[in-house]
């Protein structure tokens, strides 16, 4: 015999709980207790107590979203930013900086099992030298946007301000739109990077089809009127320079020139502050022989040669290897070599290698250096100072240093980015 069943709408209701928060997080969420575990509730602060809704619960720990805030926290600040909330790029405005510093070095101390002996900060606001916004246009109205994603999103935030980025950058905002809005290539457009080079500003702009003679003139013009450096990336793979000087930043008193797209540090008065603190920490003298790992196009490399009697810099982008080397002939340091190599390779056996070095440094990637740690080892130098931009793999990667009877020296929180989930640091490793 059939049976039919009629479909009933279900109804469900989330509970609402009361919570009060008593830490923050290095991403900036509240995190309270309930049920025996961590809840973490975005937006809220320590001392703040709210009504939530969970949205997530698992066996280790929940998540919540607030419905009503009770409270106001002494520490909670009006974000600067009118896009604060829903543009993906900051994620803190809304606590005080000294917040921020002693969550994120709180945070730190507890993964590396080690006081943090000093926090390394700079303004924060104005900072960030360096900005990819993203481009699309809006047939239906016609408009371009011009933006950051959203959070957990692929959509677009207009942004006609950014409190973070520096000044200079964040000025070219309107002007840039106005410009690339009237391009009759609007449509084909992917991209802009700005960057603050210490010789002026620069522009990269990627665009999917050839721009017609007219767009040329305009995005020409555009630069000679606000005297930025433009470059055109009609592939991915392809930059062509338009107009302006190639741009350098200085590390130390000393001249590195880059490409657009090569890596440079964000924050530059974080990063000046961090090269002179790990010239402080390796104590260099001038015998002394020194490897840089994942040395970049010379950083830190460069002003480590000022000092020491050698300094061999590895690298694995050939690209950065090769501005490396030209880098030190620009500042007359002959004393240091660059190599491109694969670090997940027994560097030992180079035969740069072969004679040791008394101070080693390493600035790896997110990822971190679990391959070359062991080299490092071999190569038994005095100090190793670990620059690192995830604390979670420089965590992992200090237990080989720790069992192989090194201890830490001094541990520092570098606040590279104010406002936002990012948790950079350095730390010295002293052989006992």
């Given amino acids: 015999m059939a049976q039919f069943y009629s479909a009933k709408r279900r109804v469900t209701t989330r509970q609402i709980i009361t919570v009060t928060v008593n830490d923050l ?16 509730v975005s937006g809220l602060l320590p001392q703040e107590s709210a009504e939530v809704t969970l949205t997530e619960d698992k066996k280790q720990y929940a998540r919540a979203q607030v419905k009503r805030r009770l409270n106001d926290s002494p520490e909670r600040e009006k974000p600067k930013c009118r896009h604060f909330g829903t543009c993906g790029g900051c994620q803190q405005q809304h606590a005080s900086v000294d917040l921020q510093q002693r969550s994120k070095r709180a945070a730190l101390a507890r993964l590396m099992k080690h006081d943090v002996d000093e926090v390394i900060a700079g303004t924060p606001w104005g900072y960030r030298r360096r900005a990819r916004l993203s481009l699309n246009y809006q047939p239906k109205t016609q408009q371009l946007q011009m933006g950051f994603r959203k959070a957990n999103a692929s959509d677009i935030i207009d942004v006609g301000q950014c409190p973070i980025l520096v000044p200079q950058l964040e000025a070219l905002l309107a002007p840039l739109r106005e410009c690339l809005s009237s391009l009759k290539s609007a449509r084909q457009l992917g991209h802009v990077e700005l960057v603050l080079a210490d010789n002026g500003p620069l522009m990269v702009l990627r665009h999917t089809a050839a721009l017609p003679a007219a767009d040329k003139e305009k995005l020409e013009r555009f630069s000679h009127t606000h005297a930025l450096a433009l470059y055109l990336a009609p592939q991915s793979e392809i930059l062509e320079h338009v107009y302006g000087e190639t741009p350098w930043y200085t590390s130390n008193g000393l001249r590195l020139t880059f490409s657009p797209r090569d890596f440079i540090q964000v924050n530059d008065n974080v990063n000046q502050q961090m090269v002179a603190t790990a010239l402080s920490w390796l104590d260099v003298q001038p015998d002394d022989r020194v490897l840089d790992l994942f040395c970049g196009m010379g950083n830190f490399t460069l002003p480590l040669a000022q000092r020491a009697a050698e300094v061999v810099g590895v690298e694995g982008v050939p690209a950065l290897v090769e501005k490396g080397q030209q880098n030190a002939a620009l500042n007359h340091l002959h004393n240091v070599t660059f190599f491109h190599e694969n670090l997940e390779e027994d560097v030992t056996r180079q035969t740069w290698a072969q004679h040791g070095f008394d101070k080693v440094l390493l600035d790896p990637a997110r990822a971190g250096a679990p391959g070359v740690m062991q080299h490092i080892i071999k190569l038994a ?9 995830n604390p979670a793999t420089l965590a992992r990667d200090s237990e080989a240093l720790l069992q ?11 606040d590279m980015f104010p406002h936002t989930g990012h948790l950079e640091s350095m730390v010295l490793f002293e052989h006992i």
Avoid: E, T, W
């Fill in 404 to 414: 192989a009877g090194y201890r830490i020296g001094r541990l520092a929180m570098l």
């Fill in 381 to 389: 130098p005095k100090r190793v100072v670990y620059v690192s931009c």
């Fill in 25 to 40: 997080d290095p991403f900036g969420q509240g995190v309270a207790r309930h049920n025996g575990k961590a809840l973490f």
